[in-house]
């Protein structure tokens, strides 16, 4: 599907299209960071994503901080949400 999608939204002239299927290897516990708090495995997910795409460890990131990482993440959400209805408002 995400190759579809991918090939749906690229112009044909920056890549060809391919049908292939994305392969994947699977991290070991060693690297792969793990939560105890129920409740913050979506937190951890989503900057555990950030770090790789930023190529940058995952260290540091750990249940004493991750209170901290879930507040700026929602102000983060809640001040781009503000810019949207702000310009809908200027626009009227």
Same mark, same amino acid.
């Given at each position: 599907?995400?190759? &579809? /999608?991918?090939? &749906?939204?690229?112009? &044909? @002239?920056?890549? !060809?299209?391919?049908?292939? +299927? %994305?392969? %994947? ?7 792969? !960071?793990?939560? *105890? ?9 989503? +900057? %555990? ?5 930023? =190529?940058? *460890? %995952? ?8 209170? =901290?990482?879930?507040? +700026? /993440? ?6 781009? =949400? ?7 408002? /200027?626009? @009227?």
């Amino acid at each position: 599907m995400i190759p &579809a /999608m991918l090939s &749906a939204h690229i112009p &044909a @002239n920056i890549g !060809p299209i391919s049908r292939k +299927k %994305f392969s %994947f290897r699977r991290r070991s516990k060693k690297y792969t !960071p793990q939560n *105890t708090q129920v409740g913050d495995c979506g937190v951890y997910s989503l +900057k %555990f994503v950030e770090c790789l795409a930023l =190529g940058v *460890t %995952f260290d540091g990131i750990n249940d004493q901080n991750i209170q =901290g990482l879930r507040m +700026k /993440m929602a102000a983060d959400i809640l001040a781009e =949400g503000e810019n949207v209805v702000t310009d809908q408002m /200027m626009a @009227n």
